[in-house]
T-cell receptor, first 115, second 113 residues
């Protein structure tokens, strides 16, 4: 089965440290999303890429978060400096070309705890 | 106007019963309404989806009912099984940001054996 791979699965870090989360989208998929899931806010869209170009990062705190796609097989989400309120599960999802809003496949997420 | 309101927050159903989860939206530009299923430690997985040109879509034990005039849609799980115990999210997208899925707050379903 084709799957979206996220690493690490779990990350515990101290406040102020840099955190990098990685995502390998499904081969051939050209759209990539980063979502954040918390009990209070539910699933929130942080960033959206198509053909490696960032098209929407309006949901992302710009001062500390950054998202990139260095190549078609890797998407990264960085937090610097991290804060306790960033504790959440971060999901990456990818979608195939030609489909604008369905057929997205989510990874299993990175559970981030900032202490 | 971008919100999707989901209820109930949690639901307990006996095995063999019908589970019903409801969602409502405001944005009339929404034209795609999927349901996602999420098990603990996993990401959401697409379960079933509907577009507003039909009022119902059925896939196995899962049915979406859609009421365009009321701006509501619901998920029905027939013959609910313990393996259906999961969190279910409705979502919507369309209009200017057709790629952006707006998720409901989720319903935690427990099916008792």
């Amino acid at each position: 089965d084709a799957r979206v791979t996220q690493t690490p699965r779990h990350k515990v870090t101290e406040m102020g440290q840099e955190v990098t989360m990685r995502c390998q989208p499904i081969l051939g998929h050209n759209t990539v999303f980063w979502y954040r899931q918390t009990m209070m806010q539910g699933l929130e869209l942080l960033a959206y890429f198509r053909n490696r170009a960032p098209l929407d990062d309006s949901g992302m705190p710009k001062d500390r978060f950054s998202a990139e796609m260095p190549d078609a097989t890797l998407a990264t989400l960085k937090i610097q400096p991290s804060e306790p309120r960033d504790s959440a599960v971060y999901f990456c999802a990818s979608g195939p070309p030609g489909i604008t809003n369905y057929g997205y496949t989510f990874g299993s997420g990175t559970r981030l705890t900032v202490v | 106007q971008q919100q999707v309101k989901q209820s109930p927050q949690s639901l307990i159903v006996q095995k063999g019963g019908i589970s019903i989860i409801n969602c409502a939206y405001e944005n009339t530009a929404f034209d795609y309404f999927p349901w996602y299923q999420q098990f603990p430690g996993k990401g959401p997985a697409l379960l079933i989806a509907i577009r507003p040109d039909v009022s119902e879509k059925k896939e196995g034990r899962f049915t979406i009912s859609f009421n365009k005039s009321a701006k509501q849609f619901s998920l029905h799980i027939m013959d609910s099984q313990p393996g259906d115990s999961a969190t279910y999210f409705c979502a919507a997208s369309g209009g200017d940001s057709s790629y952006k899925l707006i998720f409901g707050s989720g319903t935690r379903l427990l099916v008792r054996p």
